[in-house]
C-alpha cells in the first residue's frame, strides 16, 4: 500500500506540472489497477440553478482526519496547479471513514453561482476546478473490479474447429459493391423523414464534412476513396505502404525498451489506446478486397507484429444517434486514425525497420485488439475496454520491428454482457440479439466458428440507408461501459 500510495502521489505530482495528460494520467492508473473515473465527472459539470451560496462553513459532516490537508491547503495558481515554489500536498495512506461521513452522492458536480465548484461525492466546495481535481483524485480514488491480466483471449472459449480465415469481399461494405440481391434490397428502403430544420441539418452536415475531411481526401489518393477503408493497394496517402525505409537501421535497445518507446510515440502522435500483440495468422484476412478499385485477391502478410491502436469517439457526439452529431464522431475518429498510423510508421521506417499503416484493411482489428490487451468482445459485437467501453476505432501499425507482446486482459465483460443487453434494447434495426450465445449466423456476413451474439448486419446496414447514410451508433451511447461517468461502477 505504501509503494501505491508513493506512486499516485508521483502521479499526482507530474498532473500538476502539466508533464502529464489527464488521459495518460487516468491510462496510467488503470495499469496500476486503479481507477480515477470520479475525475471525469468534471466533463459534466455545468452550472447549477440556484441562488449564491457563501463559502463559509460547509453543511456536509466533516471527512476523515486521516485524509491529512486538503489540496485547499496549498496555495494554487490561476489554472488550478500548484504555484511556484509551494509544496505538493502530502496524502496519507487512505484510512475508510464510518459510512455515516458520506452524503448519497448526487449525479454530477455542481458550479455554483458563487464561483464554487461542489464534489458530487463528499458535498465539499472548492474554490476552482483545479482544486476539485485535485480532491476528487486524491480523497475519492477506489480500486477498478475485476482488470485483471490473462494469459489467453476470453473469446478463445468460444471457438470451435469450424473456425477459419474471413474473406474481407463478404463484409456488409463490401457486399454493396457486389452482391446485387442485397444491393436490390438496400436501395429499396424507404427514407427516415428528419425532424431537424433545414439549417440544423446543414450544419450537422457541414460538422460531419469537416471531421472526414483528412481521411476523405489523403487517407487514399486513389479518386474514388471517400474515407473509412484504410489502404487501397496502389495508391498513395496516409495509409501508403510504398514509403521508404531508411536503409540503415538505429540502435534500438531491447525489445523491452522499444515497446516503451513505441507505445509513448504512439501516443504523442494521438493514440488514446495503444497495445502490442504477435499477429494471429487467423485473424488476417484470406482475401483483400479493394471496394474503391474492385481488386481481389488473396492476402498475406509478412509482418510478426500489430501495434493496435484506439482512437477515442467524442461522447457527446455519439449520444446524438442516430444522427449527424455520432457520424461526425465517427468520421472524426477516421481521420484521427489515417494521422497516427501514418506518424508512427514513418517513425519506425526512420529507425530502419519496416512498418505499414493500416486501417480497416488487411486484418480484422477486433481480435487483434482483444489479443493486445485492449479489452473483450461485447454482444454488440464490438471491443468494450476499460477505458471507454465500445467508444473508440481500432487501427494499427504492422511492423517487424523487435518488440514484446502484450498479454490480453478480463475485467468481467462476458458476464456483464450475458444480463445487460442494454445495446440490444436500444438498437432500432432489432440486429443484436438478446438471447444466449450460437454458433448460428445471420449471413454470410458473420464468421463461421465463433460461439457468439451473431449481429444481424444487413439489418444494420439497412436501418443507415433508412436514415440517409448517417451512422447509427444507438448501441455504442446504450453501453453503460461507454459512458464518461460510470456512478454505477
Not at 60 to 71: D, F, M, Q, R
Not at 375 to 391: I, K, Q, V, W
Not at 419 to 430: D, L, N
Request: with cysteine.
Amino acid at each position: 500500500m505504501p509503494k501505491l500510495t508513493n506512486e499516485l502521489t508521483s502521479l499526482q505530482r507530474l498532473l500538476r506540472e502539466g508533464t502529464l495528460s489527464r488521459r495518460d494520467f487516468v491510462r496510467r492508473l488503470l495499469i496500476l489497477g486503479v481507477s480515477a473515473g470520479s475525475a471525469e465527472l468534471l466533463a459534466s459539470c455545468a452550472p447549477a440553478q440556484q441562488a449564491p451560496v457563501s463559502p463559509a462553513t460547509p453543511t456536509h459532516p466533516p471527512l476523515h482526519s486521516s485524509y491529512g490537508p486538503t489540496p485547499t491547503d496549498t496555495p494554487l495558481s490561476a489554472g488550478g496547479n500548484l504555484a511556484l515554489g509551494a509544496t505538493p500536498p502530502a496524502y496519507p495512506t487512505y484510512t475508510p471513514a464510518p459510512e455515516s461521513a458520506y452524503p448519497s452522492p448526487t449525479a454530477t458536480p455542481v458550479m455554483w453561482e458563487a464561483g464554487l465548484w461542489m464534489c458530487p461525492l463528499c458535498k465539499g466546495r472548492f474554490g476552482a476546478e483545479g482544486e476539485l481535481v485535485e480532491h476528487l483524485l486524491s480523497a475519492h480514488v477506489s480500486k477498478v473490479p475485476g482488470v485483471r491480466v490473462v494469459e489467453e483471449p476470453t473469446y478463445r472459449r468460444y471457438l470451435n474447429e469450424e473456425i477459419a480465415r474471413f474473406d474481407q469481399r463478404n463484409i456488409i461494405f463490401a457486399r454493396m459493391m457486389w452482391d446485387r440481391e442485397y444491393i436490390a434490397r438496400a436501395g429499396s428502403q424507404a427514407q427516415r423523414q428528419w425532424r431537424e430544420s433545414g439549417e440544423e441539418l446543414a450544419q450537422g452536415r457541414a460538422v460531419r464534412t469537416g471531421a472526414i475531411w483528412v481521411d476523405d481526401s489523403v487517407g487514399s489518393l486513389a479518386p474514388q476513396y471517400g474515407g473509412f477503408s484504410g489502404h487501397v493497394r496502389g495508391f498513395g496517402g496516409l495509409y501508403d505502404w510504398d514509403d521508404a525505409v531508411a536503409p540503415q537501421k538505429s540502435p534500438i535497445g531491447t525489445p523491452e525498451e522499444m515497446t516503451v518507446r513505441v507505445k509513448e510515440a504512439a501516443r504523442y502522435y494521438g493514440a488514446d489506446l495503444v497495445g502490442v500483440t504477435e499477429i494471429n495468422p487467423l485473424w488476417v484476412y484470406s482475401h483483400y478486397y479493394d471496394r474503391e478499385t474492385g481488386a481481389y485477391g488473396e492476402n498475406e502478410t509478412g509482418y510478426k507484429y500489430a501495434i493496435m491502436i484506439g482512437i477515442e469517439m467524442d461522447f457527446g457526439g455519439i449520444r446524438q444517434s442516430p444522427g449527424w452529431g455520432a457520424s461526425a464522431a465517427t468520421a472524426l475518429a477516421y481521420s484521427e486514425m489515417g494521422e497516427v498510423v501514418a506518424k508512427l510508421a514513418k517513425y519506425i521506417r526512420t529507425l530502419g525497420y519496416e512498418a505499414v499503416p493500416s486501417g480497416n484493411d488487411t486484418t480484422q482489428n477486433i481480435p487483434l485488439a482483444i489479443d493486445a490487451g485492449l479489452g473483450e468482445l461485447g454482444r454488440l459485437g464490438l471491443l468494450l475496454t476499460p477505458e471507454y467501453g465500445a467508444r473508440q476505432r481500432l487501427c494499427k501499425v504492422l511492423t517487424n520491428l523487435p518488440l514484446v507482446a502484450d498479454k490480453p486482459i478480463e475485467f468481467g465483460m462476458q458476464r456483464f454482457c450475458e444480463t445487460c443487453m442494454a445495446c440490444a434494447h436500444a438498437c432500432p434495426a432489432k440486429a443484436i440479439p438478446k438471447g444466449e450465445r450460437s454458433l448460428e449466423r445471420t449471413s454470410i456476413s458473420n464468421r463461421p466458428g465463433i460461439k457468439r451474439w451473431h449481429v444481424n448486419v444487413e439489418n444494420c446496414y439497412l436501418f443507415w440507408r433508412q436514415n440517409g447514410g448517417v451512422d447509427c451508433s444507438n448501441c455504442v451511447a446504450a453501453c453503460p461501459w461507454s459512458q464518461q461517468n460510470r456512478p454505477w461502477l
